[in-house]
């Protein structure tokens, strides 16, 4: 199962295309797809739809094998991305991904067995108003011991990183269940010891069965990613996936597979090789990034 774990990650704020290089990525998603893209009026938020899709795609072709022009990608009723497909097979009993993007990058994660989510940030500093000023419009997301730890964790540049700690795991544990902030977010809240053995609750009930990560980028970046139980999922997405339940043994293998660092891709990796393009060796992430992971609860 261990091929079904993919953490891949592009920078676009280096991919600067020319209107005849866009339109040629664009040309190798179905018709839905670019349509959905170019609604778009910021070329910046074109470049980041287009590269979300791409990823999707190239991820399921490289791990199920499943040619580009065969991927069907579907979407919940709360906008979780989804396969359609019956070549999962048991290798991944339970083939899920999820993407996300902010700032200069976009990520994308995937298991063959738990749920995923994965929630990008840039903690850009607010140009109005002061960052207690910022953060505290969010404040009703947070739980009170979160908040506590938020707003007395030092200064205000240390107080914005915290904010978008946070708010990344809880982004990243809620599209992992498939329903996004309508969750209740200020009842989900995370326990670390200087954000390593991240842990869960939600309305103060510890949940063992699952794992999250938090790893840091260039430029202020942060990334998180949550692998959990199926039986979480929201009953739209459960009706999306192969299986919800699992005995505890069956669903430990996936839950202690060995997670992976992201790897950097570019855009001329996304290309199916179908079309004479060639596949480059994929990158890890820069040295000067630290890696955080929780450990087992």
């Not at 470049?47 to 022009?69: D, F, M």
Request: charged share 25%; aromatic share 12%; proline share 5%.
């Amino acid at each position: 199962m261990e091929k079904g774990v993919k953490r891949w990650l592009v920078d676009t704020s280096k991919w600067n295309p020319t209107p005849h290089d866009f339109s040629s990525a664009l040309s190798f998603l179905p018709q839905h797809e670019r349509s959905s893209i170019t609604r778009f009026l910021r070329m910046e938020d074109r470049k980041q739809a287009l590269v979300s899709r791409l990823l999707q795609y190239a991820l399921i072709h490289e791990v199920l094998g499943i040619p580009y022009n065969e991927i069907v990608i579907k979407r919940t009723f709360e906008g979780k991305p989804y396969l359609e497909c019956s070549k999962v097979g048991v290798e991944f009993p339970n083939f899920n991904f999820n993407v996300s993007h902010h700032g200069d990058y976009v990520a994308i994660a995937s298991e063959p067995l738990c749920l995923v989510g994965v929630d990008v940030v840039c903690c850009i500093k607010p140009k109005k108003e002061s960052v207690p000023e910022f953060i505290e419009n969010f404040s009703s997301y947070f739980s009170s011991l979160e908040w506590d730890n938020i707003i007395n964790t030092g200064t205000s540049d240390e107080i914005l990183v915290d904010f978008y700690r946070y708010w990344c795991l809880k982004e990243a544990f809620v599209k992992a269940v498939g329903s996004g902030l309508a969750y209740g977010v200020d009842k989900v809240e995370f326990h670390h010891t200087n954000w390593t053995n991240i842990s869960i609750k939600v309305d103060g009930e510890p949940l063992t069965e699952w794992r999250f990560w938090l790893f840091k980028l260039p430029e202020r970046h942060w990334v998180a990613v949550a692998r959990g139980h199926p039986r979480f999922a929201t009953e739209n997405y459960k009706r999306a996936i192969s299986k919800a339940e699992f005995d505890v043994e069956e669903y430990n293998k996936g839950l202690n597979l060995p997670n992976v660092a992201f790897v950097t891709r570019i855009i001329e990796q996304l290309i199916p090789v179908s079309h004479g393009e060639e596949r480059l060796t994929e990158q890890d992430i820069c040295s000067d990034c630290l890696h955080f992971s929780s450990r087992e609860a």
